[in-house]
């Protein structure tokens, strides 16, 4: 079995043209040890991501974690909240695919996995002759990740508050005519 390649020297996490891809018959291997310069962490994104060109898809797998900071959508309270991802990806390699008369419900079988690809459904797609950006591959994985709704825990102590309102706090001067209706 052939080694995959490392990424070259340097940023580990520069795009990598897709036909230089297609000529690695065990695709890339980047590790991932670095800042993301799309998500703000408390700690290095730490983890490791392959891509391997098989004709018309680029098979994507990895897994990566770091330390954000958010703020609670409650009490607005800063917490440092973990994130992590485990995933694998078949992205379509463009339309240029399907005008050269492949089949949408091909099959391929890529190490000891079958794959079926749908490119009519929901799914990835890359122009054949663009690049592969695996560093903004990693920040759309942990974005995903983020909470929809930012909670510090179930301790939160909830909003602030300053007092109790006022009877004329609580009625909106629209409303008055109402209130006078009030026995």
């Known amino acids: 079995m052939a080694a ?18 297609r000529l690695l018959a065990d695709g890339r291997h980047w590790t ?3 800042q993301l310069g799309e998500l703000e962490s408390l ?7 392959t891509a ?16 954000v900071t958010l703020r609670c959508d409650r009490c607005l309270q800063h917490f440092n909240h973990p994130l992590s991802f ?14 050269a008369g492949i089949d949408a419900e091909v099959v391929l079988e890529g190490g000891s996995e079958v794959l079926e690809l749908d490119p009519d459904g929901l799914c990835e797609s890359l122009d054949p002759s663009g690049d592969f950006d695996p560093e903004h591959w990693i920040f759309e994985q942990l974005s ?39 026995p």
């Open 43 to 49: 700690t290095p994104v730490r983890g490791s991501l």
């Open 4 to 21: 995959i390649h490392p990424s070259p020297a340097g940023d580990p996490l520069q795009p990598v043209p897709l036909q230089e891809l």
């Open 86 to 99: 485990r995933h694998q990806e078949v992205v379509w390699l463009g339309d240029q695919a399907r005008a």
């Open 32 to 34: 991932v040890d670095q």
């Open 52 to 67: 391997v060109h098989r004709g018309n898809i680029l098979e994507v797998a990895g897994e990566a974690s770091t330390i």
């Open 144 to 182: 995903l990740q983020l909470p929809l709704v930012n909670r510090c825990g179930s301790d939160c102590p909830g909003p602030e508050l300053l007092g109790a309102p006022t009877e004329n706090e609580l009625t909106d001067p629209r409303w008055a005519a109402l209130k006078k209706l009030q």
